[in-house]
């Protein structure tokens, strides 16, 4: 009786929390990239950041208002330049 109780009580909360849909959704075609890895980092991303500069930028902004200290970064970038294996990655 229990256990009954306390799924119809968890039952009851999770159909509460849905939000129905009025609006239509809107959809779109998702850009699509052809990277070929055999290029430069350089080369290989530079459509998709010209496109995405905007939001990248936002979230740059976002991202550095985070209490990261910069010894973490000094850091990060020590293992990435001295200890990772894929140096084709860090450029």
Do not use: C
């Amino acid at each position: 009786m229990k256990s009954l109780l306390i799924f119809s009580v968890i039952l009851v909360l999770a159909l509460s929390t849905v939000i129905p849909r009025v609006e239509p959704i809107v959809t779109h075609i998702p850009k699509t990239y052809k990277v070929s890895l055999d290029d430069a980092p350089e080369v290989r991303w530079k459509q998709i950041l010209e496109d995405y500069k905007v939001p990248l930028a936002k979230f740059m902004e976002d991202f550095n208002k985070l209490p990261i200290p910069e010894k973490f970064y000094n850091g990060v970038e020590w293992y990435a330049k001295n200890v990772f294996k894929h140096q084709d990655f860090v450029a």
